[in-house]
T-cell receptor, first 115, second 116 residues
Framework: AQTVTQSQPEMSVQEAETVTLSCTYD???????LFWYKQPPSRQMILVIR??????QNATENRFSVNFQKAAKSFSLKISDSQLGDTAMYFC????????????FGQGTRLTINP | GAVVSQHPSRVICKSGTSVKIECRSL??????MFWYRQFPKQSLMLMAT?????????EQGVEKDKFLINHASLTLSTLTVTSAHPEDSSFYIC????????????FGEGSRLTVL
């Protein structure tokens, strides 16, 4: 079974700073998807960024980028020039490509951006 | 992006009653929908996978007779919490996969259930 681990329950940075959220996972699959989701106080899950395991290039989406290390099974999220609106819970998630395509979530990291 | 709508967003019911939560894909067809449960300050726990036209697949430890799932069309899945008890109080979230199966899941806004 796949597992996703986020070792940072909470993080706090000042506005405009850069912050990196950690995520590791365990799988025997070779092809899969990895995601970072944001859950603000409204509780709506919002996709931040997605990475296909077969792509070596790290995904980027404006201020959000990932450091995908397939051999180490690591998938960290970097938020540059952090904004107050980035305050939220962030979940790392894994999905197999073959078979049951279920999202497996990490425990989450509560990120607070301070003014 | 694709929109998934959940209704109701909040519901309060008495212990022993049944509550139905709807999950609709508004602008795409979803052959597969997923139901999650989220306790306060915790992660999302997958309850079941809902497949259009067939029986749902429940995760280990989830009572299928307690949490009835129906996926009668390509745009609607329902979760019915039967004979609700206070311990069923939680935040329930659905997600749907586009029929094109691009790998991305779209989430509903969630439904907060409070059982008195």
């Amino acid at each position: 079974a796949q597992t996703v681990t986020q070792s940072q329950p909470e993080m706090s940075v000042q506005e405009a700073e850069t912050v990196t959220l950690s995520c590791t996972y365990d799988t025997s699959e070779n092809n899969y998807y990895l995601f970072w989701y944001k859950q603000p106080p409204s509780r709506q899950m919002i996709l931040v960024i997605r990475q296909e395991a077969y792509k070596q290039q790290n995904a980027t989406e404006n201020r959000f980028s990932v450091n995908f290390q397939k051999a180490a099974k690591s998938f960290s999220l970097k938020i540059s020039d952090s904004q107050l609106g980035d305050t939220a819970m962030y979940f790392c998630a894994f999905m197999r490509i073959q078979g049951a395509q279920k999202l497996v979530f990490g425990q989450g990291t509560r990120l607070t951006i301070n003014p | 992006g694709a929109v998934v709508s959940q209704h109701p967003s909040r519901v309060i019911c008495k212990s022993g009653t049944s509550v139905k939560i709807e999950c609709r894909s508004l602008d795409f067809q979803a052959t597969t929908m997923f139901w999650y449960r989220q306790f306060p300050k915790q992660s999302l726990m997958l309850m079941a996978t809902s497949n259009e036209g067939s029986k749902a697949t429940y995760e280990q430890g989830v009572e299928k007779d307690k949490f009835l799932i129906n996926h009668a069309s390509l745009t609607l899945s329902t979760l019915t919490v039967t004979s609700a008890h206070p311990e069923d109080s939680s935040f329930y979230i659905c997600s749907a996969r586009d029929r094109l199966n691009t790998g991305e899941l779209f989430f509903g806004e969630g439904s907060r259930l409070t059982v008195l």
